[in-house]
């Protein structure tokens, strides 16, 4: 299973000398998205939490990997109805990519698309749709047609 050959990885990564903090929370963080796959949410918050500390030990809190991981942390709140802690955590990504310059990456529309649907989901349409045109201008200026082809959906 996925899950399983993401643990086995995980103890190669852990097993070796060298620093190997990005590519162990990466896969903490695969880990996470697996167990979601699962419907196992406590589990799978726990290991994005795992691999937001993995990145905070190794002074990469604020990288763009870090971001990828808030984004399923808050993809999982809002899931769960959560509504309120997954735009935390949305905004903290979106700080993050803004710092690192990364605001019109296709992460930062990824993270619109999920600030709209929470917004959407709490009735505050017009919100949703100035989230969702942000995603939009994102992808466009990008050239992420296949991305872009999917938010048209």
């Known amino acids: 299973s996925a899950l399983g050959l993401y643990n086995s990885a995980l103890e190669?990564?852990?097993s070796c000398s060298a620093d190997q903090s990005r590519p162990a929370a990466m896969v903490v963080g695969?880990?996470?998205v697996a167990l979601k796959i699962q419907g196992k949410n406590d589990e799978a918050q726990k290991r994005f939490v795992e691999a937001l500390e993995i990145f905070?030990?190794?002074g990469m809190a604020s990288t763009p990997d870090s971001a990828e991981i808030l984004v399923h942390l808050a993809n999982l709140a809002a899931d769960l109805a959560r509504f309120e802690d997954a735009k935390q955590q949305f905004q903290k990504a979106i700080r993050i990519l803004e710092d690192c310059q990364c605001s019109g990456t296709e992460l930062a529309a990824k993270v619109k698309l999920g600030e709209g649907t929470v917004a959407m989901r709490q009735g505050t349409f017009f919100d949703?749709?100035?989230h969702f045109q942000r995603a939009r201008e994102i992808l466009q200026s990008g050239n992420m047609q296949d991305t872009l082809a999917m938010a048209s959906l």
């Open 30 to 32: 695969s880990i996470g």
């Open 128 to 130: 949703a749709a100035q």
């Open 56 to 58: 905070a030990a190794a």
């Open 12 to 14: 190669i990564l852990r």
